[in-house]
């Protein structure tokens, strides 16, 4: 993979890159997490292929957390309990989000800080728009916000028996490339893949699109109502180089996104706008 973010804006900054004599002493720490729970299949596959590249950490939600996007614990204490995952990885379930297990991984969990965090493999799309309300994602960016690279693996298949095998490929072939090449500060990189063998890799921005939703009420026995969402996914961008149109094309999509919301052309147009 060639590195098509060599040209860095000012926003970006330095690029975070391991140094020579740190890749001669360690092998890189690498940090896995998710949003499905720390027993769910898709973190055991992203835990083998990480085993690949240097020493593998299992930090993650000890349930379900799906769609909390970046949320973070702060009324409760948090609390952690020794796994082994698979028989094979050293694991820590959290009782919080994905955000804070990559937290209080770096904080107090691990004895040095990690080389790279890899969020996965979500079960479910996390492309477009699912990009800000995902768990998945947010574990990354995390990770990037402490000043570690970060990426995110997602399989479009919600199925739990999903054929994984093109998301593995997928993120061997991206963590490869970033322990190599670094990242630019700022950036974490949000990878999806059909399910079943990889046929390509490539590079995609983000799709325009949203979630047109409905809620369904009910009443419990008590009387009292109850929602459940529901809705569709609609996508508004008619463009060919987005995640969406490669992956309904059957590749799978690596795109480069960043923590930092602002919209920087129109703050330059409005430089001058008195209000």
Known sequence: MSNPMSEQTPEEGHTFQR????????????????????FSPGI???AEVSDEFGDVEI??????????????TVNVPLRARAFMVDNRFSGQAITGTPADSVKLAHN?????????????????????INIL?????????????????????????FDEDADLSGA??????????????????????NVNAPAGPLKGLKWARQAN????????????????????????FQLLDEGEDNDISWLE?????????????????????LGGVEL
């Open 19 to 38: 140094s020579q004599t740190d890749q001669k002493i360690h092998k890189p720490l690498i940090l896995v997490s998710n949003d499905d729970g720390i």
């Open 44 to 46: 055991k596959a992203l």
């Open 59 to 72: 930090v993650a939600p000890d349930r379900q957390q799906s769609a909390v996007g970046h949320a973070i």
């Open 108 to 128: 107090e969990l691990l004895n040095r800080k990690p080389d790279l965090v890899v969020s996965g493999i979500n079960h479910g799309s996390n492309a477009g």
């Open 133 to 157: 309300y995902s768990g998945t994602v947010s574990a990354a960016t995390e990770g990037t916000i402490l000043g570690t690279p970060s990426i995110a693996v997602s399989c479009l298949d």
């Open 168 to 189: 593995k490929d997928a993120a061997r072939k991206v963590i490869g490339y970033v322990l190599n090449h670094g990242l630019p500060m700022g950036v974490t990189l």
């Open 209 to 232: 699109s949203r979630y047109i939703e409905e809620f369904v009420g009910r009443m419990d026995p008590a009387n009292r109502s109850y929602y459940w969402l529901t809705g569709k």
């Open 249 to 269: 094309k059957g590749f799978a999509t690596v795109t480069p996104i960043q923590y930092d919301l602002t919209a920087y052309r129109l703050l330059r147009d």
